[in-house]
């Protein structure tokens, strides 16, 4: 029978210093897999793997954006931990505001963090789980790489590349056995979120929807907690998903209808 269980592996997890990312580590470490929790902020990565279930998780300080030091973190992994056989690229951005208002800046980071750092990361340890003929990714995108939204233009575009490029690496890697799928959650219970709204009204707001914004709302009336999230990830990242690969799960309670 197949199993979710992920004992003796070895799981690299960018953006893991909180917020799916964190769910992430924690769903991974809880069905046995050795978590190399990865973070810009060196503190939070250290502490995230400090606190997993489980032996053996550590953390590692990593800007996704720096190719160089993308190679240098995988290395250092693959010789501290083991083999990766599992990269769950989490790390993004989000600056939301109109397209025609957007400064240089603000467009150049999203792409910088949100499609760069997922090649570096996915071509780091693409090639090398390429070499050994196993292996498995996913990336977490989002809804609205599919979905046009007002005001998320940068985002909606940098996710929509991301999402494809993972796509058509599974294409290429498939030949050696590796999978490759995307995760893209709709509105999920994180500081993100919260971000974008007044104090308070995140939830709401999103359940609701916004016509004059052509949002629809959430069917299921809920907002996801990061642990949905990771449990779809879990899932993709497991032999039960042996045959699955070049999808993109949708977690949105139905948002994106």
């Known amino acids: 029978m197949s199993s979710d269980r992920l004992d003796g592996t070895t799981s690299l997890v960018t953006g893991a210093g909180r917020g799916i990312g964190q769910a992430v580590t924690q769903a991974l470490a809880a069905r046995g897999a050795r978590i190399a929790a990865a973070d810009l902020d060196a503190q939070r990565a250290g502490d995230v793997a400090a606190a997993l279930a489980g032996t053996g998780h550590r953390g590692y300080p990593l800007d996704v954006r720096d190719s160089a030091a993308v190679e240098a973190v995988v290395s250092r992994?693959?010789?501290?931990?083991?083999?990766?056989?599992?990269?769950?690229?989490?790390?993004?951005?989000?600056?939301?505001?109109?397209a025609v208002e957007l400064t240089d800046e603000q467009w150049t980071e999203t792409f910088a963090v949100n499609v760069h750092g997922v090649f570096h990361c996915l071509r780091s340890v693409g090639r090398?789980?390429?070499?050994?003929?196993?292996?498995c990714i996913v990336t977490v995108s989002s809804n609205a790489a599919t979905i046009p939204r007002m005001h998320m233009s940068a985002y909606a575009a940098s996710k929509a590349a991301s999402a494809q490029f993972t796509r058509c690496l599974g294409l290429e890697l498939a030949q050696?056995?590796?999978?490759?799928?995307?995760?893209?959650p709709g509105s999920t219970d994180t500081a993100m979120l919260h971000s974008m709204h007044a104090d308070g009204e995140a939830a709401q707001a999103s359940i609701d929807g916004a016509p004059a914004e052509y949002r629809v709302g959430i069917p299921l009336r809920k907002l996801a907690r990061p642990a949905d999230v990771a449990d779809a990830v879990a899932f993709l990242a497991s032999d039960r998903a042996g045959h699955i690969t070049m999808q993109n799960l949708v977690v949105d309670g139905g948002a994106a209808l």
């Open 77 to 98: 992994v693959e010789d501290e931990l083991g083999p990766i056989s599992l990269l769950v690229s989490v790390a993004g951005v989000l600056h939301t505001g109109p």
């Open 128 to 135: 090398r789980m390429a070499g050994r003929g196993a292996g």
């Open 176 to 184: 050696h056995g590796i999978r490759c799928n995307v995760v893209s």
